[in-house]
C-alpha cells in the first residue's frame, strides 16, 4: 500500500497519560500536515511539515503537543497530559508542496483518540 | 474572520436536484484551490482541484472567482450517493514573502439525498 498510513487507528487513554501517534507519508511527498478533527466539523490544522522542518504550529496548539518529522519522512504527534477535550480524530496528509502551490493532499485513516 | 468560511448546510434536496456550494476565502495569495468530499466516519478524499478557467468532471463543476475570494462547486443530477460532507479547502501562505504555504480546511457542508 503507497498511501499514506497511520497508527494506531484507534487508542483509549486515561486522562493525564501521554500518546504518540505516527503517520507514513507518500515517499515522495515533502509536505505532511497534521489536523484534528471532532464531529461536525472540518479538519483544523494542527501543524505541518516540509522535509523535516516545522513550518508551523497553529496558535490553538497547548504546549502539550509536539510533533517531529526527523528524517523528513514519517511524523510522530504527541500528546502529553491528555485532556478530554483531545479526544478527536487525528488526521495526516501528506502532499508535493512546489514553491507556493500545493498538489491535492492525501489523508491517512486516521488515529481516533478517546481520552477516558 | 475565518481563512475559510462554507455554509454548514445541512442541504437537504431530492434525488436528481441540482445543488450548488460556496466557500470564501481571507489569503488573496492563495493559489491552489480544492474541493473534497467526506463521507461519515471516513478520511476526506479529493473530488476535484479547481483551476481559475472552472473546470467540470462529469456531474461535477467547480469554479473559481478570485476577485470575489470565492469558489463553488455545482453538482448536477444528484444522486443518493452523493450524500456527504464537502469540504473546501485553499493553500494560505502565512506571509508573503514566504515561499511555503499550508492547506487550510472550511467546516465543510453536508449535503444529503433524498429518494
Known amino acids: 500500500d503507497t498511501g499514506v498510513s497511520q497508527n494506531p487507528r484507534h487508542k483509549i487513554t486515561k486522562r493525564g497519560q501521554n500518546v504518540t501517534f505516527r503517520c507514513d507519508p507518500i515517499?515522495?511527498?515533502?509536505?505532511l500536515y497534521w489536523y484534528r478533527q471532532t464531529l461536525g466539523q472540518g479538519p483544523e490544522f494542527l501543524t505541518y511539515f516540509q522535509n523535516e522542518a516545522q513550518l508551523e504550529k497553529s496558535r490553538l496548539l497547548s504546549d502539550r503537543f509536539s510533533a517531529e518529522r526527523p528524517k523528513g519522512s514519517f511524523s510522530t504527534l504527541e500528546i502529553q497530559r491528555t485532556e478530554q477535550g483531545d479526544s478527536a480524530m487525528y488526521l495526516c496528509?501528506?502532499?508535493?508542496?512546489?514553491?507556493?502551490?500545493?498538489?491535492?493532499?492525501?489523508f491517512g485513516q486516521g488515529t481516533r483518540l478517546t481520552v477516558v | 474572520r475565518k481563512e475559510v468560511e462554507q455554509d454548514p448546510g445541512p442541504f437537504n434536496v431530492p434525488e436528481g436536484a441540482t445543488v450548488a456550494f460556496n466557500c470564501t476565502y481571507s489569503n488573496s495569495a492563495s493559489q491552489s484551490f480544492f474541493w473534497y468530499r467526506q463521507d461519515c466516519r471516513k478520511e476526506p478524499k479529493l473530488l476535484m482541484s479547481v483551476y481559475s478557467s472552472g473546470n467540470e468532471d462529469g456531474r461535477f463543476t467547480a469554479q473559481l472567482n478570485r476577485a470575489s475570494q470565492y469558489i463553488s462547486l455545482l453538482i448536477r443530477d444528484s444522486k443518493l450517493s452523493d450524500s456527504a460532507t464537502y469540504l473546501c479547502v485553499v493553500n494560505v501562505r502565512p506571509e508573503v514573502s514566504s515561499s511555503a504555504s499550508k492547506i487550510i480546511f472550511g467546516s465543510g457542508t453536508r449535503l444529503s439525498i433524498r429518494p
Open positions: 496528509a501528506s502532499s508535493l508542496g512546489l514553491g507556493t502551490r500545493v498538489t491535492e493532499a492525501f
Open positions: 515517499s515522495e511527498h515533502n509536505r
